[in-house]
Each structure stands twice: as C-alpha cells, then as structure tokens.
C-alpha cells in the first residue's frame, strides 16, 4: 500500500513549483488586464458621435437605425431636416448610410500614423474617416479626419501622411473629386 502512496504524491507538484506556477499565473492576468482593450467598432464610434457633427440625425436616430439593422430591417429614419435617412450598411469597421436624396455619408476607422505637434514624435492611432459624398454628376468627396474621441485633425504638416493615406483610399475606392 505504501508503494500506491508513493505514486500518487509523485503526481502533484511541489510546493514551490506550485508556488511559482501561481505567481506567473498572477503576472499574466496582470499584464493581461492593463493592455488597452480591443480596437473600437464602427457601432460604438456613429452611436457616440457628437450631435454638432452631423446636427440633423441626433443621437436617438442614429442609435435607432442601429437597432434596425442589426434586426435586419429597414434603418430609415426622419432627420432633422424633415427628410428620411437610412443606414446601408454597417460593418465592425465601415459604415455608409444616406443622408438625402443627392448626399452619402462613408465612414471608415483606420490606424494612421499621426506625429504629436508637441513633442513630434509620430505614432499610429486609431481614427474616423468622416467623408459626405454629393451625388452631382461628377461626384464629390468632403473628407474629414477625427481621432476616436472625435477631435479634428486638419490638413497640416504633422499629419501629413495620414492625409496622405486617406487621399489614396479615396481617390481608389471610387472616381470621385476631392474638396
């Protein structure tokens, strides 16, 4: 019998292997919980847009047409204008949506390479392409760039390449003229 006791402990650990297994456990859960979560979606990007960006469909419109289509029905709205928009398409890192009879709304995340105007140094952050198309016969592209938290970043000389990246995704993805 004592011979099957013998076996049976040899199965466990130490203590002290025991002991440092738990320790490593404990780093990785705390190294694992201070990593930035996962990137944001395009639905809780448009849901948290401030109205003063696209003033004629609020907040509540734009959380209806959210709803409706992720219930796989029609995302048409009355907007502020006393006109109907409708949500086209929705996707973890794309949306378009009509805003009239003769605009389209495009926005698109992307991770661009932004330089700090303080301490120049340059990094890829998340950001919002934010692009009102006007159906005209020779359509037009009214971009705008935000960073997630939905801060401007103008054309200028510490985003550059940024800019530089949007014009190209634009000018590639339809036969558009930009303003």
Not at 48 to 71: A, G, H, Q, T, V
Not at 92 to 117: G, N
Not at 138 to 157: A, C, G, M, N, V
Request: proline letters at 4%; one cysteine or more; charged letters at 25%.
């Amino acid at each position: 019998m004592q011979g099957n006791e013998n076996k049976i402990l040899f199965l466990y650990p130490s203590t002290k292997v025991f002991s440092t297994m738990k320790r490593w456990i404990f780093l990785l859960i705390s190294v694992l919980s201070v990593l930035p979560s996962s990137a944001h979606t395009m639905k809780e990007v448009f849901s948290e847009m401030p109205d003063s960006i696209l003033p004629y469909i609020i907040k509540n419109r734009r959380l209806d047409c959210i709803d409706f289509i992720e219930n796989n029905m029609k995302a048409e709205v009355e907007n502020e204008l006393n006109g109907k928009s409708e949500l086209l398409s929705l996707t973890d890192s794309t949306l378009e949506m009509r805003l009239s009879s003769i605009s389209t709304l495009r926005m698109r995340l992307f991770s661009l390479p932004i330089t700090d105007a303080t301490t120049h140094v340059t990094a890829d952050i998340e950001c919002i392409l934010f692009e009102k198309i006007i159906d005209t016969p020779e359509k037009q592209s009214f971009p705008r760039l935000f960073t997630i938290d939905w801060k401007e970043l103008k054309e200028s000389e510490e985003n550059a390449n940024a800019w530089k990246v949007i014009r190209q995704y634009i000018t590639t993805s339809e036969s558009i003229k930009l303003f």
